[in-house]
């Protein structure tokens, strides 16, 4: 596609990197993604339901189906070549296979759990273990306090000691930033870890 | 405790629905790239002066993105701001660079491992107020 002199753009665009920002319905996953996108979060969900109703023969998707099926994104300017998307995953397992697509090259995961109904984000947890995406599980505090003890969520989690637990509130920006911090710097320590058992091994 | 854990791990099976999803590629005369070799949802779009000279000759379906991508954007709000299936909007992309009406930028494969990425990511980050 670059070999036609007439295709070159006026300038290159920037590189794109994503985290992912996941967890069960209704944890804040929008939410956070709003809190420190530039750009108002969009959403394909309008989109799934009026192409998949005009190609369905029986033209009645149900309801359901159509608020299920929404992946929220927004996105961060780190400099001219480099811009960062966040994308918001479905948080039912049923749509599982939807996150392929959506973690696959991703620098890692935000894991939003809300305290009172731990268990809706055990798909998500799951999923990324399995492909090994480096991830953070991040307390979303809707109220400003901790309603459960971390140890005690670690121990329901049965997640690694290597896999941060942190809080945060998804409605501020600087708190959504930190807890993006936390997922990259998870990142870092496992990227710098096979570095180094590269060099040794 | 992840109640499915005490019997050893098990991993979740891809629904029985899934197939289901694929009816928006009759928009695309049923082709479905392999997913591993399908644009990226985050690959950054931009129309190319040729596709912009080329616009009164392309496919109705061609139009709106070629339009819309002159503003440099990612595949994924192609396909939300034309409410398009993500799927659809990744094949109209793909067919419009091959002819050579939008550039594309596609990421790093392996950016998880990438130090350099990660610590300008880190640092950019760090930036917001």
Not at chain 1, 22 to 46: D, N, Q, W, Y
Request: proline share 5%; with cysteine; hydrophobic share 45%.
């Amino acid at each position: 596609m670059g070999s036609k002199a007439s295709a070159e753009p006026a300038r290159r665009p920037p590189r794109p990197v994503k985290i992912v920002i996941a967890g069960g319905f209704g944890v804040g996953k929008t939410t956070t993604v709003g809190a420190i996108s530039e750009i108002r979060p969009l959403t394909t969900e309008a989109a799934m339901t009026s192409v998949a109703a005009a190609m369905d023969d029986a033209a009645d998707v149900p309801a359901k189906t159509r608020t299920t099926v929404a992946l929220d994104f927004g996105c961060i300017t780190i400099d001219e070549t480099l811009k960062l998307y966040l994308f918001g995953t479905p948080g039912q397992d049923r749509f599982d296979f939807m996150w392929h697509d959506i973690s696959r090259g991703a620098l890692g995961a935000l894991v939003i759990v809300d305290a009172r109904r731990v268990d809706a984000c055990y798909p998500a947890v799951d999923y990324f273990e399995r492909i090994g995406l480096p991830f953070v599980v991040g307390v979303n505090l809707f109220n400003g306090h901790l309603d459960v003890d971390l140890t005690e969520l670690r121990w329901a989690l049965a997640v690694g000691d290597e896999v941060p637990l942190i809080t945060f509130d998804a409605r501020e920006k600087l708190s959504v930033r930190d807890a993006l911090l936390a997922v990259l710097r998870r990142t870092r320590e496992r990227a710098r870890a096979r570095a180094a058992e590269h060099a040794t091994g | 405790m992840r109640p499915y854990l005490r019997d050893g791990p098990m991993v979740p099976a891809l629904p029985a629905d899934a197939a289901s999803l694929l009816r928006p590629y009759l928009q695309t005369s049923g082709r479905v790239e392999a997913a591993d070799d399908e644009l990226e949802i985050e690959a950054q779009v931009v129309t190319s002066a040729y596709g912009l000279n080329s616009f009164g000759r392309l496919a109705f379906e061609h139009r709106d993105i070629v339009a819309l991508c002159a503003t440099t954007m990612s595949v994924a709000e192609v396909a939300a701001r034309l409410a398009l299936h993500i799927g659809v909007a990744k094949v109209l992309v793909a067919d419009l660079a091959a002819l050579g009406c939008l550039v594309v930028e596609r990421p790093d494969p392996e950016p998880a491992d990438d130090l350099d990425m990660i610590e300008r990511v880190i640092r950019g980050l760090e930036g917001i107020r």
